[in-house]
């Protein structure tokens, strides 16, 4: 029994630690079992009170879906443009349809990262690994990449891929998955540039500014799953926070749990079949001067039986010592920069040592 402060820290690094090692993940404590969650994944009460179903939900509201369909064409393409700001300067979020990405392609890499997750727990730790260094490794496994650092842990599993400018080696890819990351990298490149070419057009700046700004050209791949949790009231799937990048291209199953934050309130982002969600990063937010929003989101703990997956694609920028900040284009003397240039080094120190639920565009903030 804990009798002060130092002793719950104490025990809680151990338990944390333990769960680490076990190399299980939280997939493997609900096969091992368990009806109740060890105790550090249980949030604070204030986090809690906010994920009662009924509290500070908006099930009126939904994030856009935009039909890219004649996307080439002058008349589609505007109408496609406007869309496009609306709803990267209101929820920094929405869904895209008839984007060019087989649904076969789809389908494949949710049941390949499924596969994944649910292969033997030996297979899977060979990939286990968390720490320094992570940038420069191709594939790792881990459940909560920020464990050592959040306040509470969450309820999921993550694989990690390197996809872009250096793709982690075929051979290191975990065969389950390997043909689909590779054809998955190469449609969401393909559709990587449609999406930054809109996003520049609707901020009235050239179609092909983001990417030589070399902004498509570092990309990272998490596959997520959010296995049942047997008490979802108490933890969360993903805790909320904005995305550390330029934009996210974010492939979900049919199970649900993502929310975005629309003013006060949380709004569900239903799964549409066939749809891939789009959302702002802090770097665009940066680079926009605040045109765009970063999309604050979190994923609550799933509490259906089916397990949850989703595949995010990150993309940042690829050149580590040019300075990013508000494009000149967007500043003048009405709209003054709203924040301080920095390179990709310094943005990317800063974001491994917080948690994942800060807000790392303050930092930058003048
Ligand atoms: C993320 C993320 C959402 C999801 O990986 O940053 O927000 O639905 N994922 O898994
Ligand atoms: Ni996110």
């Known amino acids: 029994m804990a009798t002060n402060v130092d002793d719950e820290e104490y025990d809680r690094v151990k338990e944390v630690k333990k769960f680490d ?3 299980i993940g939280v997939k493997g404590l609900v096969d091992s079992g368990i009806t109740t969650i060890p105790r550090f994944f249980v949030h604070p009460p204030d986090v809690l009170s906010q994920l009662k179903p009924g509290s500070k939900i908006r099930p009126d509201l939904v994030i856009p879906t935009i039909d890219l369909s004649g996307v080439d064409s002058h008349h589609n393409r505007s109408l496609i443009v406007d869309q496009i700001r609306q709803a990267c300067s209101s929820f920094g979020f929405f869904q895209i349809i008839n984007h060019g990405v087989p649904l076969g392609v789809l389908d494949r890499m949710i049941e390949s990262i499924k596969g994944f997750h649910e292969e033997p727990t030996e297979i899977k730790a060979r990939f286990y690994t968390r720490g320094v260094g992570l940038g420069s490794i191709g594939v790792s496994y881990v459940s909560n990449v920020d464990l050592y650092n959040s306040k509470a842990a969450s309820w999921k599993d993550t694989l990690r891929i390197k996809l872009g400018s250096k793709m982690a080696d075929h051979d290191q890819i975990p065969e389950i998955c390997r043909n689909e990351v590779i054809e998955w990298d190469r449609e969401i490149k393909r559709l990587g540039e449609v999406l930054s070419g809109l996003m520049c057009e609707g901020l009235g700046v050239e179609t092909w500014r983001l990417k030589e700004m070399t902004c498509l050209e570092d990309t990272t791949m998490l596959g997520h799953y959010y296995p049942k949790c047997p008490q979802p009231d108490l ?10 990048d330029v934009f996210t291209v974010l492939l979900q199953d049919n199970v649900g749990g993502l929310q975005v934050k629309y003013g006060e309130y949380w709004v569900d982002v ?3 079949p066939g749809a891939l969600i789009i959302n702002v990063g802090d770097l665009l937010q940066i680079i ?3 045109v765009y929003k970063s999309g604050e989101h979190r994923v609550l703990a799933n509490s259906s039986h089916e ?3 989703s595949i995010a694609v990150f993309f940042n920028a690829g050149n580590k010592d040019d300075l990013y900040g508000p494009l000149p284009e967007l500043i003048s003397s009405e709209k003054p920069a ?10 990317r120190t800063r974001f491994s040592k917080r948690e994942v639920d ?6 930058y903030k003048l």
Do not use: I, W
């Not at 240039?341 to 943005?347: I, N």
């Open 338 to 347: 709203l924040y301080r240039q920095f390179t990709m080094t310094d943005f």
């Open 307 to 309: 397990p949850r997956v």
């Open 288 to 290: 926009s001067n605040e």
């Open 358 to 363: 800060g807000f790392l565009s303050n930092y």
């Open 21 to 23: 090692e076990s190399k």
């Open 270 to 272: 239903k799964p549409v």
């Open 235 to 244: 933890t969360v799937g993903l805790a909320y926070h904005t995305d550390p």
